[in-house]
């Protein structure tokens, strides 16, 4: 009998996200078994409304093209999904023969893998589902880290170091850089790591800590003491004590509320109370789609998450996740294991205290240590601005 | 006697400003006739308050990573320059034995150079005074582009391609970057060599013509009819028909005005106007900073600058500035020559009329032919979002 696979993606891209789908459609492939490999075109949408792609007979030199493409090949979608479109989900499952399922994505895709995994059970139906990590954000539980966020914390560890040596240069000046990740400090966190070749940020604000406005420029004002070049990274996401964010709604429209960037809110917050030049930086989107910053650990990770996912479903499993645990950090190490989907479905994981320092503004020894083997070769060197100016 | 060379940096960084500071140094070590090699630290307030720093005893090793260094590694300065401050600079370089200096700068820098030039020469003063082009803006005059600008250009094109891969496998969205430049266009129209991909942005818009919010909503509803995903590029420096910035200022202080991004002003009208998501990313200081996508021609010819305005010097010449005159388009040639430094002193060069569309949202194909040499090798290879969904 015929027997069919799916790959359906599901919210934002990563830097990996179709490295991802190349390791599961080659082993896919590699398996023998399958007449159709099919990828769900934007994502549980083109599931519900069965639109189909064929990709077990793209060739393989088009194939390779996905490590070096942001984005989503086959396209992603974030419609909310409701119970009666499980039900119809697995009717059409049956109906083109598809005994595997493989969803990437992350929190809330994980979520509808479950659900859909549940259905099948319920109905009694040989259909695997099985869950591929993805996010930059890095918020996915139990797995020591997500394919995605390598890359992610490669890209802000790189900007963060060519950032600083620029501003450093000059005369007094402000610079802040808003890092993505929402409710977690992860990416924010990362660019510490630019600090390990002498050019880090001077402060860095995480989501995980209340963020005061008057500490801020206090902590502004200390660091103009020492230099005359400041970089502060800070999350999209900070909240005051309160827990509301800190920049306030421009509008909001029937669907959603839209706030204005924390970049530009801090920078005029400096200009405003301490009259210093200041401007704010957001590459947004740009941190999740840079190839060039990719990372070559997150990217063979990425793959291989696409690949265990794919043949633990031929294996039987379903309703579960491929994870990663560390095995060791020097030299870095990690092993594959697969977890029960209701452990990770839905749970937002943000950082823990351990990684983050006492004054809630930068990152501790055991997070830099943690994190530095995820975003790949070392950073480049540069000339030290200090340095080369014969001071200390 | 002694002779010493003195090199002052203006102006904000490049990708590729310390790249040109190698090429001077090492051509003066290399005439083997000057006791000291002096760089101004931070800038003309550097050369006035006599900080000087000996850059002829750096050891090669060290002076090398200057090529893959962003900022300037001995400083920069902004400071306005008074007549007074010439004949006192005049002074110094006297008392110095400072007999030949080089201004590595924009069209500010050029300013400063000639009448540092024209006040020794009314003094009678045998001191040589060279300006070696430097901007990522590209609007020197006289000289057919500038180091720094092939780097800018190579960074928001891959940028570009990166997010345009992200943003059309998207839902319905709407993504406008900012491209920085001021009132010149050529960064903000380098990002349509993303195109040349099949990644293009969706709708450019220059400074060189008035900007229409009607039209600019008109544009995009256009635009997205055609696909889901729109990424649209836009100057930090739009004006509207009577020539105001289309950003209000969000607030003044005694030294300066300072608006809003453009980005995100014109993300908020697609939301407001069309009830569809949009956002705005601006990379902004990043894009002259990222060593990764500095273009290795740009980088060559940033040193290029450097040495030539050295040697011209050390040979007698002064009140000049290194410019490049394109021999050759494909394949690629220029030839460098020296101009007037009158005939560049702030003069301000815009794109001109030949490489901007009829429309005025985009570039022609002259454009692309000119600009496409500077950003160095291609732009990596993508699956195409669309070949993949099988369509055309």
């Known amino acids: 009998m015929a027997e069919n696979l799916l790959i359906v993606h599901g919210g934002g891209p990563t830097a990996v996200l179709n490295a991802s789908l190349y390791g599961a459609v080659k082993e896919a492939k590699k398996s023998g078994k399958l007449e159709h490999i099919y990828g769900a075109e934007n994502g549980t949408g083109g599931v519900l409304e069965e639109r189909f792609l064929e990709l077990g007979n793209i060739p393989e030199e088009k194939l390779k093209l996905l490590l070096q493409t942001p984005g989503t090949a086959i396209g992603t979608s974030r419609d909310p999904i409701w119970q009666e479109d499980y039900e119809k989900m697995a009717d059409i499952l049956v109906k083109k023969k598809i005994k595997y399922v493989l969803f990437n994505g992350g929190n809330g895709t994980m979520d509808t893998c479950g659900k859909l995994h549940k259905t099948c059970q319920a109905r009694n139906l040989d259909i695997r589902v099985m869950g591929i990590p993805k996010t930059t954000d890095n918020d996915i539980a139990v797995t020591d880290h997500s394919p995605g966020f390598g890359s992610a914390a490669r890209y802000i560890a790189a900007c963060t170091e060519e950032l600083c040596a620029d501003v450093r240069s000059l005369p007094i000046h402000v610079v802040v850089m808003e890092a993505s990740g929402r409710n ?136 579960k996740m491929v994870a990663f645990r560390r095995v060791s950090e020097a030299p870095y190490k990690v092993e594959d294991f697969l977890v029960d989907i209701d452990e990770v479905m839905m749970y937002e994981r943000t950082m823990p205290e351990e990684f983050i320092n006492e004054k809630g503004n930068g990152v501790t020894q055991a997070f830099l240590d943690w994190c530095r083997p995820l975003i790949g070769e070392e950073l480049p060197d540069m000339v030290s601005f200090n340095s080369f100016m014969g001071k200390k």
Do not use: M
């Not at 005359?228 to 306030?248: M, N, R």
């Not at 909001?252 to 809110?265: I, M, N």
């Open 184 to 319: 977690a400090g992860w990416i924010t966190a990362a660019s510490a790591l630019a600090g390990e070749k002498g050019y880090g940020p001077d402060l860095i604000y995480l989501p995980e800590r209340p963020f005061d406005e008057e500490q801020f420029i206090k902590d502004v004002e200390e660091k103009l003491k020492e230099k005359s070049g400041i970089v502060v990274v800070a999350s999209e996401g900070l909240t005051d004590k309160e827990g509301k964010p800190v920049v306030k709604p421009v509008f909001k429209t029937e669907r959603a509320t839209y706030f204005g960037d924390v970049s530009s809110h801090l920078a005029n917050l400096v200009i405003q109370k301490l009259g210093y030049k200041a401007r704010g930086e957001k590459p947004g989107l740009l941190g999740r789609a840079s190839i060039g910053l990719q990372s070559p650990v997150d990217c063979q990770e990425a793959q291989l998450a696409g690949e265990k996912a794919c043949r633990a479903a031929l294996q039987g499993e379903s309703g």
